[in-house]
């Protein structure tokens, strides 16, 4: 079992390049997770999925957009970047009460 | 009133000693409380969790405290240790597994040899 697994672990873009990071999760869980984490501001909730083609929008969503065409898979995806998008990304997957997370992606915006 | 305030933001602690991590909610929604554990380049992990029909809950050095009428809990970790240095979040969810999770801004915890 490999848990959540996210790639790539760090990226550096300039603005207004887009990229697509990576999550997949093998532990069949319905429910899956993309997080933003800024130094001292805790996770914020970017978008979220209750199960294939189903996903909704979180705190923070702007800038972002996601798909889940399969349970495994739910990749989030940056079309300009922009240095507020300057952060650490992590996916998440949940099983009844516990987030399993990712070791998350590093991503910088110059 | 979905946030969750969590404090202090950082905490330097002698090994040996108890380590206290607070937090305060409005939403009396919340039923569900976990605290994750974030060791550096990782990410969070599930370390306890309560809900509010208890007012404490222990798992070996660790301990949940609940006080539902103050809309408060705490992290106690007991005998703390140099490998207990990570960063601390608490969290709240609404309903039946809680399908959105409010976080906690965080707590970085060092235990000095």
């Known amino acids: 079992n490999a848990g959540v697994t996210q790639t790539p672990k760090f990226r550096i873009l300039k603005i207004g390049q887009s990229m697509t990071l990576q999550c997949t999760q093998d532990m069949n869980h319905n429910y899956m997770y993309w997080y933003r984490q800024d130094p001292g501001m805790g996770l914020k909730l970017i978008y979220y999925s209750v199960g294939a083609g189903i996903t909704d929008k979180g705190e923070v969503p702007n800038g972002y957009n996601v798909s889940r065409s399969t349970t495994e898979d739910f990749p989030l995806r940056l079309e300009l970047a922009a240095p507020s998008q300057t952060s650490v990304y992590f996916c998440?997957?949940?099983?009844?009460?516990?987030?399993?997370f990712g070791p998350g992606t590093r991503l910088t915006v110059l | 009133q979905q946030q969750v305030k969590q404090s202090p933001q950082s905490l330097i602690v002698q090994k040996g000693g108890i380590s206290i991590i607070n937090c305060a909610y409005e939403n009396t929604a919340f039923d569900y409380f976990p605290w994750y554990q974030q060791f550096p380049g990782k990410g969070p992990a599930l370390l306890i969790a309560i809900r509010p029909d208890v007012s404490e809950k222990k798992e070996g050095r660790f301990t949940i405290s609940f006080n539902k009428s103050a809309k408060q809990f705490s992290l106690h970790i007991m005998d703390s240790q140099p490998g207990d240095s990570a960063t601390y979040f608490c969290a709240a969810s609404i309903g039946t597994g809680g399908f959105k999770t409010i976080f906690g801004a965080g707590t970085r915890l060092f235990v000095k040899a």
């Open positions: 998440a997957s949940r099983r009844a009460n516990e987030q399993f």
